[in-house]
């Protein structure tokens, strides 16, 4: 059974970090690329990473591009979200999800076949 799981949120000041973590199983990690997306309420789910676990190489929103990092264990098939310098607006749930394809960029949600449940970070200012 294919599962991802997220962990880690919670509620932060702004300014400060939390780590999120997305732990997979249930197929050949390296086979697939992780994306982070985040989602609103009223609002479409948002891409905010791409990374391709093989190549440890990842695309970022413009609106994370140097506050947001990807990293990844592949010997516990977990990737990593480290969000540091968060403002309100980085207020959101938080899902991992997997997709077939190599990352060229920050694919639409409707590329990825497996979801997290989520996991509601909390930014208060």
């Known amino acids: 059974e294919v599962k991802l799981v997220e962990s880690g949120g919670g509620l932060v000041q702004a300014g400060g970090s939390l780590r999120l973590s997305c732990a997979a199983s249930g197929f050949i990690f390296d086979d697939y690329s992780i994306g982070w997306f985040r989602q609103v309420p009223g609002k479409e789910r948002a891409p905010v990473s791409c990374?391709?676990?093989?190549?440890?190489?990842?695309y970022y929103a413009d609106s994370v591009k140097g506050r947001f990092t990807v990293s990844s264990d592949n010997a516990k098939n977990t990737v990593y979200l480290q969000m540091n310098s968060l403002n309100s607006e980085d207020t959101a749930v938080y899902y991992c999800a997997r997709v077939p394809v190599p990352c060229i960029g920050l694919w639409a949600s409707v590329e990825y076949d497996y979801w997290g449940q989520g996991t509601q970070v909390t930014v208060s200012s």
């Open positions: 990374t391709n676990p093989f190549e440890h190489y990842t």
